[in-house]
């Protein structure tokens, strides 16, 4: 088992920046790939970013791609999530997710484990 535990969100204008952090405890967490997905009130949730073990390889949705940077701290056991010039369109519920092994994944199917999420708010 993987617990992951997300925070960071809250409620903030247009323009500003947020960064989101998520701590794994349980297993191995150099042994998952990590990805952030977020949902929006009535849509699925969707992929957002992941990197892999080493955090050398970075995948990103083409919708953040330019304003946030997902990374890692083996180390501490943790993945953040920067979020720079953050627009009303981000606003959602952030989930932290952990998939075992090398391979990244934007399929949420493929995540093996889940936070419990932290709400991000952006007003214009």
């Known amino acids: 088992q993987v617990q992951l535990t997300e925070s960071g969100g809250g409620l903030v204008q247009a323009g500003v920046s947020l960064r989101l952090s998520c701590a794994a405890s349980?297993?191995?967490?150099?042994?998952?790939?990590m990805g952030w997905f977020r949902q929006a009130p009535g849509k699925e949730r969707e992929f957002v970013a992941s990197?892999?073990?080493?955090?050398?390889?970075?995948y990103y949705a083409d919708s953040v791609k330019g304003r946030f940077t997902i990374s890692r701290d083996n180390a501490e056991n943790t993945v953040y999530l920067q979020m720079n010039n953050l627009k009303p369109e981000d606003t959602a519920v952030y989930y932290c997710?952990?998939?075992?092994?090398?391979?990244?994944?934007?399929?949420?199917?493929?995540?093996?484990?889940w936070g419990q999420g932290t709400q991000v708010t952006v007003s214009s």
């Open positions: 349980g297993r191995t967490f150099s042994n998952y790939a």
């Open positions: 990197v892999s073990l080493n955090d050398r390889i970075t």
């Open positions: 997710a952990a998939k075992f092994g090398l391979k990244l994944s934007t399929t949420k199917d493929d995540y093996n484990y």
